[in-house]
């Protein structure tokens, strides 16, 4: 096989790229740049530190592989970041990870791989392409602290037979341990966590520099009290309770989460976390994974969150929506958060979250309702 | 060397190989233990290595040794023309935003350098426009002279250009420039070697020339200045080379790149002869293969127009990087333009100055002949160039989408 072998300049990427060598391929290494860096007169740079791409090439010198770097930036500002800022903007958490992977990493840059006659990408994801009896099917790593199944739930069915994931049979210490056997400079490297281009982590601050400050009240749902106020209601998520610096007590002195958030008001509520208690929710933007389910109802498992219980649930498919009930509660969901499927440990597929249902009432929804048609 | 004789190197434009003359100089000079600038016996040994080379440069390029400045290379020269002749022009007249005059085309280490002074230091920047084979327009650069002399710090256009191999009329330029009384600078890393530099013709106040663009060793240039002109320093120190150019002397390096100059200059009717059947069987080749490939800059053939080493093409429908990987996949070192410390392509201001419009600019490729280059290296590119076009065109063809959302980006800030 010819493969592209994506190199972030981890110590996964490094490995992966070093199986594929091992395995015969004709492998290159490939980096992408994809923030950009105002700093360095808008040319664009590897993500996410000048080490990193540094790191790649030196990889790929270690390895006797070709080494490029792809510039997909005017991609990644548009597919990625300007879709996080818009999220935010419309009062929805998104995941950048996910909307990267699904129009950067298996999309862009496998267009262009197969374009160049390339069989397939490789990444250093943690998650395993399986031969079934109705093509290629995702699943879960086997190591469940770092299945990255979840944030790669946006990759269609018939792409994922030209997806490589070679690590998605092995655990993160053999990885590290494989990486230093081969003396490959990353084997030591840290685990990367935060959003590649808000390396700081301070999340709350980049998008008050974006979106500008919005302030508004915080108001207790059970007193109807302003007991606070915040920058944006962007700034805050469902469920979030640290750093609301909340003036006034509660009515009974429990501690009060982020509940719901009125953005033509610009009011965030906080309330008893039962109320964060979610048993349903709709999801549009849907990709499958697997062949799609109908209208229908399914067992499946919902999972909601990169590192997160799945819970059982029934789901069924309806109008391009994804309706899900939970068989237990989720507590603290987010419009925008991602819904992934999965029977056993296969990602039948995922969407966004625009409408979720709380567990305390049947006719009242928490969160905030996205609108459905501006993706279209 | 036996890895790049295996693979078709035509990317001379960016590096060419040291000269085995040039190294064993290098190895000569470098058994010589003084520090040039010491006063005893062993130091003067070394110094009269570094007079010597700076003599031989001078001779080659038929100006005095006095105006021979060694540096760490081509970048480092022009910040220091560009700069330097700027800050002391600037303080001699008193003028408090004085012109800077550049052509549009230039490499990166003066176009940098004239930017960071138009933002930084007040300059009032003119760009010369160039024509669609490069060359800038003189009469436009006459006009401005003729009534603004006394307020222009400096005039900088390029002898030749590193990416379409654009000759400038630098005769024409310094002589204007001469009679208006204002500095002039080119930049002939380029040009060394392939067309005829000879200083005792072009009365230029600086010239930047590089060491490993001539065979000689990476981080050794010169810049050849009037020794009457004052230039301000950029790095400050030790006061070598005419307290221009601080820094202790590298006689193993100045020794080597005498060299390699010489026989640069000594070679080039025959060098250029050479070049200039490759340039040719090469372009005729590609548009053999190709028919509709665009052929960029000034006519293929005429050395006093184009450097004869040069060939730079844009393949339509095609993106310069895909055809710099697949070309390099199949043994062809080549460039898409300048090559860029991220490797990331950046549509070049050269192609953009010359009316070329963007993506044409983004699918061009530059292929450089050198000492070493044979015809070899040309049927290794037309081999390979049917299959890497088509390749490359089905990857543009699914990028075109994404060119069209990156270009409605660019416009929309």
Not at chain 1, 25 to 34: Q, R, T
Not at chain 1, 241 to 264: C, F, K, N, Q, S
Not at chain 2, 93 to 122: C, I, M, R, T
Not at chain 2, 404 to 410: I, L, T
């Amino acid at each position: 096989m010819r493969v592209v072998a994506a190199l972030s300049g981890g110590v996964d990427s490094s490995v992966a790229a070093a199986r594929m060598v091992d395995a015969g391929h004709d492998v290159i290494g490939v980096h992408l740049a994809l923030a950009r860096s105002k700093s360095e007169g808008g040319k664009s740079r590897g993500c996410c530190t000048i080490d990193d791409a540094r790191d790649a090439r030196r990889v790929a010198d270690a390895l006797g592989i070709p080494f490029y770097v792809w510039d997909f930036s005017a991609e990644f500002a548009e597919d990625v970041m300007a879709d996080f800022l818009a999220e935010y903007r419309a009062n929805r958490t998104p995941n950048p990870c996910l909307r990267c992977n699904e129009h950067i990493k298996f999309r862009a840059v496998l267009d262009r791989a197969l374009a160049l006659d390339f069989d397939a990408v490789a990444t250093g994801h943690y998650a395993r392409v399986i031969e079934g009896p109705d093509g290629p099917e995702l699943h879960r790593a086997i190591d469940p602290d770092k299945d990255q199944s979840y944030v790669l739930a946006v990759i269609e069915q018939d792409l994922l037979k030209h997806c490589a994931f070679p690590l998605g049979d092995s655990v993160k210490a053999d990885v590290r341990e494989e990486a230093d056997r081969r003396g490959l400079r990353t084997a030591h490297k840290p685990d990367s966590h935060d959003i590649c281009f808000i390396p700081d982590g301070d999340t709350a601050g980049f998008l008050t520099r974006a979106l500008g400050e919005q302030p508004g009240q915080i108001v207790d749902v059970a007193t109807g009290q302003a007991v606070g106020s915040h920058r944006g209601t962007f700034t805050v998520t469902i469920g979030q309770r640290r750093g609301l610096d909340l003036r006034i007590p509660g009515e009974d002195g429990r501690p009060r989460y982020v509940v719901d958030v009125d953005a033509t008001t610009d009011t965030v509520y906080v309330g008893a976390p039962e109320l964060l208690d979610v048993r349903g929710m709709t999801a549009d933007q849907v990709i499958w994974a697997a062949p799609a389910i109908d209208h229908e109802w399914v067992d499946v498992l919902a999972q909601v969150r990169a590192h997160h219980q799945p819970v059982p649930a029934m789901a069924r498919f309806l109008d391009g929506h994804l309706q899900v009930e939970l068989l237990e509660s989720i507590r603290g969901l987010a419009a925008g958060q991602s819904v992934v499927l999965y029977r056993d440990t296969q990602v039948l597929g995922s969407g966004r979250i625009v409408e979720t249902v709380a567990a305390s009432d049947d006719s009242v929804t928490v969160g905030t309702l996205g609108r459905r048609d501006d993706r279209a | 060397m036996n890895e790049r004789r295996e693979r078709a190197f035509i990317d001379h434009a960016a590096t060419t190989p040291m000269r085995p003359s040039a190294r064993e100089a290098w190895l000569r000079a470098s058994e010589v233990a003084g520090n040039p600038s010491s006063l005893h016996a062993s130091g003067r040994a070394a110094r009269r290595i570094v007079e010597e080379a700076r003599e031989s440069i001078a001779d080659d390029l038929r100006t005095r040794p006095s105006a021979v400045v060694f540096t760490s290379g081509g970048t480092e020269s022009d910040n220091l023309a560009v700069k330097g002749l700027y800050w002391a022009r600037r303080a001699r007249l008193g003028l408090d935003e004085p012109f800077l005059v550049a052509s549009a085309v230039e490499h990166h280490a003066v176009l940098d350098p004239v930017e960071w002074l138009g933002k930084h230091e007040n300059a009032d920047i003119l760009w010369l426009p160039v024509d669609a084979r490069g060359r800038v327009n003189v009469s436009r650069l006459a006009e401005h002279l003729a009534d603004n002399a006394l307020r222009t710090a400096l005039v900088t256009v390029m002898w030749a250009n590193n990416e379409v191999g654009t000759v400038q009329p630098v005769g024409e330029i310094a002589a204007l420039c001469k009679e208006a009384g204002v500095p002039f600078h080119t930049d002939a890393v380029q040009a060394l070697g392939q067309v005829p530099v000879d200083l005792s013709e072009v009365p230029a106040t600086a010239v930047t020339i590089s060491g490993h663009k001539v065979g000689g060793p990476f981080g050794v240039g010169a810049l050849i200045v009037d020794p009457h002109e004052s230039v301000v320093p950029v790095a400050h120190g030790g006061g070598q080379e005419r307290d221009i150019r601080s820094g202790t002397f590298d006689a193993p390096a100045a020794a080597a790149f005498a060299v390699a100059v010489n026989d640069a200059v000594r070679e080039q009717q025959t060098h250029a002869a050479h070049l200039l059947e490759l340039q040719s069987s090469l372009v005729r080749g590609i548009l053999e293969l190709v028919p509709d490939t665009l052929v960029n800059g000034a006519t293929i053939g005429d050395p006093s127009e184009r450097l004869p080493g040069n060939v730079h093409v844009s393949i339509p429908g095609a993106e310069g990087d895909s055809l710099l990987m697949l070309l390099d996949a199949a043994g062809v070192d080549c460039s898409t333009g300048s090559a860029c410390t991220a490797g990331i392509p950046e549509p070049s201001h050269v192609l953009l100055a010359m009316g070329v419009d963007e993506r044409t600019a983004r699918s061009s490729l530059r292929f450089s002949f050198g000492r070493d280059s044979s015809p070899r290296d040309v049927s290794a590119v037309l081999a390979a160039l049917p299959g890497v076009v088509d390749r490359a065109r089905r990857a543009g063809s699914v990028s075109s989408d994404r060119f069209r959302s990156a270009q409605a980006a660019v416009e929309m800030s």
